[in-house]
Antibody, heavy 123, light 107 residues
Framework: QVQLQQSGPGLVKPSQTLSLTCAIS??????????WNWIRQSPSRGLEWLGR?????????DYAVSVKSRITINPDTSKNQFSLQLNSVTPEDTAVYYC?????????????WGRGTLVTVSS | EIVMTQSPATLSVSPGERATLSCRAS??????LAWYQQKPGQAPRLLIY???TRATGIPARFSGSGSGTEFTLTISSLQSEDFAVYYC?????????FGPGTKVDIK
């Protein structure tokens, strides 16, 4: 059974870096038929796709315009996981953050989700 | 970027009744439309992709239809476990975009 297990702090101070990890079981971060995403949800912004990483003979990343200057998503093949780093956070980054899988091709829907991590940005 | 809208915002339905939810895209997304169900404290769950294909394990009472800019999710006979928020998502154009959701609650 494929599962995504999220970990990371639930409280981050303004201007600091939000860091989350998503461990994959039952699939591979290096799969040629999957991509690994971060999505967040807040009352003000709804469900918002942030970015993804995927492997097709080499590694690719794809980021939303709204966070492109602040975001990094990295795969870790040794641990079969991927991570999210969001720099210079503000209270507007307070949200539930989800990791999710898509097929990596044109069928960019999300068939597997982590349980979510509530991240609060506050001093 | 494509903007997704959903109506109504809230739908009050009695158990056993039919529920019809609408989703509209600001421009054509062909049939590249997915539906998700989200219950409180849980992640969204994929119900439908390709506008009308049920995901693995999704009961037949859930059906999707539409193409282009207008889509519908129908729940033929609401069960107690179906009261939740439903989101549509387009994946025809970058970036993938979600609608604001329709809450289905008990009448």
């Amino acid at each position: 059974q494929v599962q995504l297990q999220q970990s990371g702090p639930g409280l981050v101070k303004p201007s600091q870096t939000l860091s989350l990890t998503c461990a994959i079981s039952g699939d591979s971060v290096s799969s040629n038929s999957a991509a690994w995403n971060w999505i967040r949800q807040s009352p003000s912004r709804g469900l918002e796709w942030l970015g993804r990483t995927y492997y097709r003979s080499k590694w690719y990343n794809d980021y939303a315009v709204s966070v492109k200057s602040r975001i990094t998503i990295n795969p870790d093949t040794s641990k079969n996981q991927f991570s999210l780093q969001l720099n210079s956070v503000t209270p507007e980054d307070t949200a539930v953050y989800y990791c999710a899988r898509d097929s990596g091709g044109k069928d960019w829907y999300f068939d597997l989700w982590g349980r979510g991590t509530l991240v609060t940005v506050s001093s | 970027e494509i903007v997704m809208t959903q109506s109504p915002a809230t739908l009050s339905v009695s158990p056993g009744e039919r529920a019809t939810l609408s989703c509209r895209a600001s421009q054509s997304v062909s049939s590249n439309l997915a539906w998700y169900q989200q219950k409180p404290g849980q992640a969204p769950r994929l119900l439908i992709y390709g506008a009308s294909t049920r995901a693995t394990g999704i009961p037949a009472r859930f059906s999707g239809s539409g193409s282009g800019t207008e889509f519908t999710l129908t729940i033929s006979s609401l069960q107690s476990e179906d009261f939740a928020v439903y989101y549509c998502q387009q994946y025809n154009n970058w970036p993938p975009a979600f609608g604001p959701g329709t809450k289905v609650d008990i009448k």
